[in-house]
């Protein structure tokens, strides 16, 4: 399962979970008006999507220009950081209304992620943020991810919605990003150039690659420009995801590009399973679970682990520590990120999921290790 052209980001099966970036500049006409009608045409695509069972996780930058066209702010908001903030602050409750109203008409809920790059570093808030992404997803609703600009500094000036769609994506266990922009694609130049000449495949995001990108965004509505475009493709090839920019300025842009095969499309350096991957190359374990025979054939079929079937808990780990998981004779059977910290875990070992509420006095989460998140050997 990767995603090895474009056409292949529509696919349900090479592709089941897609994260979308729509950069400012494609929301908002230079005058601060906000572009409904052609959002309209994004929602129309993503029920679209939804209906073919693919998930769909939004990326939605425009909080800062919308808020500034509204508080009447010089620079579109950008000239300093207390304009940016305060227009963020105005323009993100329009964009998050905005896309809950459009995508209602369709039938779909929007939830509302603001985050900052830090939020993803930190282990035990990349697992919060796992486990809403995650939530969101099976209840069928589509995330709304925008920068927390009211609180963060350089990501609100460098445009991070770039870096901060493929950190989503890798939290999310997404097979493709489709970074939507106002211009077809990577160019070797600066797309005005009269000879720029664009690419339609990167097999590796080289410095070569990287001195392409020149200056901020062109139209000055958006941050980041290629420049964070490229950092985002970085990002993306390393975790196994395939990345593609694509031209979003025309109604239906989604479809619009895939079906003329046009955009930049970044080929990720391993298969798509980056994660796992990375659990299963882990060789140091700070704990290890036994589990019943019962456990042990769930996990067989693909199921999560549950308390229930836990019988022993050996060594120290935190919440979010890689452990080994090992069969009633003490033979290590899998690896998996663990949900609860050793004491918790011996607290509710053995017990049915209302018993664990019970017992730890907070509604825990359904699973001790998800299968998402588990090696068999
Ligand atoms: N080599 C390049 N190829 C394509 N676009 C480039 C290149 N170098 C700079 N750019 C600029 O990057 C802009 C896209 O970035 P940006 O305006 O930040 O968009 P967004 O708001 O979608 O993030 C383009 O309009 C273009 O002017
Ligand atoms: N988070 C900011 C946008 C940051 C950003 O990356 O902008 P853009 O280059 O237009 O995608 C906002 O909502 O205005």
Known sequence: MSVENLLDFRDVEKCPRLVIKIGSALLIHPDGEPRFEWLRTVAHEISGARERGQEIIV???GSVALGASMLELPDGGRGTL????AAASVGQVFLASTWAQLLAEYNLKAGQMLLTLDDLEGRSRYLNARNTLRELLERGAIPIINENDTIATNEIRFGDNDRLAARVAQVAGANGILLLTDVDGLYDKHPEEPDAQMLSEVRGVTEEIHDMATGGSGSGIGSGGMTSKLLAAEIAERAGIALAIIKGKDDYPIGR??????GTLFLPKRDDNAFKNWIGGRLRFSGSIRIDD???????????LLAAGITGVFGDFERGDVIAIEDAQGRMIAKGMIEYDKEDCVKIRGLRSDQVARRLGHVPRSAVIHRDQMVML
């Open 59 to 61: 990326v939605a930058s």
């Open 82 to 85: 207390a304009h940016a903030q």
């Open 257 to 262: 590009a895939i079906s003329a095969d046009t």
């Open 294 to 304: 019962g456990a042990l054939k769930a996990l067989q079929n693909g199921k999560s």
